[in-house]
C-alpha cells in the first residue's frame, strides 16, 4: 500500500498508508470513540468538513452496505484508523471499506497510532489537518493545513439542506430482516428543517406517526406555518451553529405558535433563537457512549453524540430550563421552553450507531403535538 502522512496545524506528524481515495484532503480533525457503526458515522452530514479518526482500533471488518448510510454517500472528508480489515466479514457487506471511500473520493489513512493522536487532539484541540499520500514535504502540509478555514464561523448547513421540500414516510427498518414494522397511522404533520440531516431521525418520526415534510434550511417561518403543521422538528447539520444564515430569527418566530423538536445543532439553534450563545468546544463529543443526567428525573441516559459546538449554560439563564447535562464535563445537554412546547437536545436520540437509550423522546415530541 502506498505511504501517507497525517499532517497537523500545529506541525504533529503521523505516518502510516493510504486506504480509500489516494491524494490529499484538508479538514477538521477530530476522533470518534464509537467501537462501531463506522459507516453510519462517515455519511453523517454534520461531518462535513472533517477527518474522523476512529478511536477503535480495528475498522472496515463488517464491510459497506446501503442500508447503513444516514445520506446517500460519505459527508467526512477523511478518515483515520489504526488497523484497516482487508476483508468484509457480514452476510450484509457489498463492499469492502477501502472500496467504499475509493468509490467515494474519500481518503483514508491506516497504521496510525490513533492513541497518540487522540491525546494529541484531547490535550491541544481539535485542529485543521491533511492527509496525504503526494510526497510534499510535512512543514508544507502543516503551512496548507494552518491556511485552510476552521470551524468557526462557518456556515456549512446551508450547502448541504435539500433544495426543494418532500416528504418522508419510510419507517425505521429491522436490519436482521425480521418483518417490517407495521406503519403507525399517520397521526401529525411535522415539518423537519434540513440542515443536513440523518435518515434515522425521519424514520422515528414516521415510527411516531408523523408525516414529514423536510424543507431546506432557508424556509421561512410564515412558509412552514402556511402548512400548518402539528410539529417543526431541527435536524442535526455541520459547521457552526451561530453562522446558519437566518435560522435563529426563523426559530424564534415558530416558538410558541407549533411544538418544536430540536437535535445537535437544531438544539444549538433553538438555543439561539432563545437569545443564548454556543461557543467552540476544544474537542467536541463524538461516540457512543456519552453520560447524560436529565435533571427532571435523575435518570442517567448511555448516549450518542458528535458535536464541536456547545450551547453556553449561562446564557440561557431566564429563558430555557437547562433538563439536561453532560456527566464528563457538565456542558448543557438538553433544554425546554415548557410555555412554548418546545425541547431539543445536544446529543442523538436516535444514536445511529449507539445504545438506544433516549429513543422515547421522540414519543416525548408526538406527545406534546397530541396534546
Ligand atoms: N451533529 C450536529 O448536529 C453537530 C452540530 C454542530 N455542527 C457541532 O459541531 O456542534
Not at 467526512?76 to 476483508?87: C, D, F, P
Not at 450484509?92 to 468509490?103: F, I, M
Not at 456556515?155 to 435539500?162: E, K, M, P, R, Y
Not at 430482516?177 to 404533520?189: I, L, N, Q, S, V
Request: proline residues 5%; aromatic residues 6%; hydrophobic residues 40%.
Amino acid at each position: 500500500m502506498k505511504k501517507a502522512v497525517l499532517v497537523l496545524a500545529d506541525g504533529t506528524v503521523f505516518e502510516g498508508r493510504a486506504f480509500g481515495a489516494h491524494g490529499e484532503t484538508v479538514g477538521e480533525v477530530v476522533f470518534n470513540t464509537s467501537m462501531m457503526g463506522y459507516q453510519e458515522i462517515l455519511t453523517d452530514p454534520s461531518y462535513v468538513g472533517q477527518v474522523v479518526t476512529m478511536a477503535y482500533p480495528e475498522m472496515g471488518n463488517v464491510g459497506a452496505n446501503p442500508e447503513d448510510e444516514e445520506a446517500g454517500k460519505p459527508h467526512a472528508v477523511g478518515m483515520v484508523v489504526r488497523t484497516l480489515s482487508e476483508k468484509s466479514s457480514n452476510w450484509r457487506a457489498q463492499e469492502t471499506l477501502d472500496a467504499y471511500l475509493k468509490r467515494h473520493g474519500v481518503a483514508g489513512i491506516e497504521g496510525v497510532d490513533t492513541r497518540r493522536l487522540v491525546r494529541h487532539l484531547r490535550v491541544h484541540g481539535a485542529q485543521q489537518g491533511i492527509i496525504s499520500s503526494e510526497n510534499h514535504t510535512p512543514a508544507a502540509l502543516a503551512e496548507r493545513a494552518r491556511s485552510a478555514p476552521g470551524m468557526e464561523g462557518l456556515d456549512l448547513a446551508t450547502g448541504v439542506s435539500t433544495k426543494e421540500p418532500y416528504t418522508f414516510t419510510t419507517p425505521s427498518q429491522d436490519v436482521f430482516g425480521g418483518a417490517p414494522r407495521a406503519a403507525r397511522e399517520t397521526r401529525f404533520d411535522v415539518v423537519a428543517y434540513d440542515y443536513g440531516l440523518k435518515r434515522s431521525m425521519l424514520q422515528f418520526l414516521v415510527d411516531e406517526g408523523c408525516r414529514v415534510t423536510v424543507v431546506p434550511a432557508s424556509t421561512t417561518a410564515e412558509q412552514v406555518l402556511a402548512r400548518k403543521p402539528h410539529g417543526v422538528f431541527l435536524a442535526n447539520g455541520p459547521g457552526d451553529p451561530a453562522a446558519v444564515k437566518g435560522a435563529d430569527r426563523t426559530v424564534a418566530n415558530l416558538l410558541g405558535k407549533v411544538p418544536v423538536f430540536g437535535i445537535c445543532l437544531g438544539h444549538q439553534i433553538l438555543a439561539l433563537a432563545l437569545g443564548g450563545r454556543t461557543y467552540k468546544m476544544k474537542f467536541g463529543h463524538r461516540g457512543a457512549n456519552q453520560p447524560v443526567k436529565d435533571l427532571t428525573t435523575g435518570k442517567v441516559e448511555i448516549t450518542a453524540q458528535n458535536h464541536g459546538f456547545a450551547v453556553d449554560d449561562a446564557s440561557l439563564k431566564g429563558k430555557a430550563v437547562v433538563t439536561h447535562i453532560n456527566l464528563n464535563d457538565g456542558t448543557v445537554e438538553g433544554l425546554s421552553i415548557p410555555d412554548a412546547r418546545a425541547f431539543s437536545v445536544q446529543y442523538h436520540p436516535e444514536s445511529s450507531p449507539g445504545p438506544h437509550d433516549a429513543r422515547y423522546l421522540f414519543s416525548r415530541f408526538a406527545k406534546l403535538m397530541a396534546q
